[in-house]
């Protein structure tokens, strides 16, 4: 009797042991619209920014609180016992039916914003392009924080257009979950064996129908098969000038140019013309004037004065 209460004493030991470490855990979600959020769950349950929330098991009316310095900052009322499109803050500590006598509610979340890393690697190398024959890369999305029953596309596109399934290598990229989407970033990684050589993008989208009513995607990543980038250029440095002090020569003097002068353009002499002669005035000839004889005016006027005297004379 001693021995099987001693091994039940041992159980519960145990079982307070392990309830000491249990982790953070979320409700989850139905693998559809909504993140169930449960009543008196333990730990935190996980709440992404954009998400839809419904709540079960609580009384009514379900209203969310945000606690700050323990002191409520804010509260979110559900309707109908849903929350669509979640948009706090995501400081604080967050109660749903929040009690400020004991300061405690009846469920407590932890609100983060939605997280999809991406990089496209072969091993632990980042890489952007491969040569043709490698056989798988890793869709490595290290860091995601939506539900593993979300769904997701993994969009791939190359020269063909987007490849939805690779029949070849069994593998599918459309309507999976972000568990499936994990494990192309594992060691196995997602097989790219026969694909064609050209450029390829990967872009993570959410299904939000089927991710909790969230729609988000991820950065777009490029991989080229077969045409791997050309490294830059290395800038090289100029090797130092060493400066060589010539011998002394005279200067050389550059004439400076002279304009020239057009030439001035010799005139050629006209024709010779016979010339017309000119008739030589015959010039006017001046009579010579009669010399003047002295006295001879006033002998001409005593006659002339000798004949009036007559004349009178012989008329009376």
Same mark, same amino acid.
Request: proline fraction near 9%; aromatic fraction near 8%; include cysteine.
């Given at each position: ?35 169930? &959020? ?50 706090? =803050? ?24 939605? &997280? ?98 969230? %729609? ?8 080229? &098969?077969? %045409? ?40 050629? =002499? ?10 030589? =005035? ?35």
């Amino acid at each position: 009797m001693w021995k099987r209460y001693g091994l039940f004493c041992t159980a519960i030991m145990l079982a307070t042991v392990f309830a000491a470490f249990v982790p953070i855990v979320s409700a989850g979600n139905s693998g559809g619209n909504f993140n169930l &959020i449960a009543a008196h769950e333990d730990g935190l349950q996980k709440v992404l920014i954009g998400q839809n929330l419904e709540f079960e098991g609580f009384s009514t009316p379900v209203v969310v609180s945000r606690v700050v310095s323990g002191d409520v900052a804010n509260t979110y009322p559900a309707d109908n016992n849903r929350i669509y499109n979640v948009n706090w =803050p995501t400081a604080g500590a967050f109660f749903v039916n929040y009690n400020t006598t004991i300061k405690n509610g009846e469920a407590q979340l932890s609100v983060e914003a939605p &997280i999809i890393p991406l990089e496209i690697k072969v091993g632990s190398a980042t890489v952007e392009g491969v040569m043709v024959g490698t056989t798988a890369i890793r869709v490595d999305t290290a860091g995601i924080n939506l539900f593993d029953e979300d769904v997701v596309d993994l969009v791939i596109n190359g020269p063909a257009g987007q490849i939805s399934r690779d029949a070849k290598n069994d593998q599918q990229f459309t309507d999976i979950t972000v568990s499936d989407l994990k494990a192309y970033g594992t060691t196995a990684g997602l097989k790219i064996g026969g694909w064609k050589v050209g450029k390829y993008t990967f872009q993570v989208k959410t299904e939000s129908g089927e991710a909790c009513g969230l %729609e988000d995607e991820s950065v777009v990543k490029s991989l080229n &098969i077969g %045409e791997i980038p050309s490294e830059p250029t290395p800038v090289t440095t100029p090797a130092a000038k060493v400066e060589v002090t010539p011998l002394w020569t005279a200067p050389v003097v550059t004439p400076t140019p002279v304009p020239t002068s057009a030439p001035t353009p010799t005139v050629m =002499p006209s024709p010779s013309v016979a010339p017309v002669p000119v008739s030589t =005035p015959i010039p006017t000839q001046i009579p010579t004037p009669t010399p003047t004889t002295p006295c001879f005016e006033f002998m001409c006027a005593v006659v002339g004065l000798v004949v009036a005297v007559c004349l009178i004379l012989r008329r009376g």
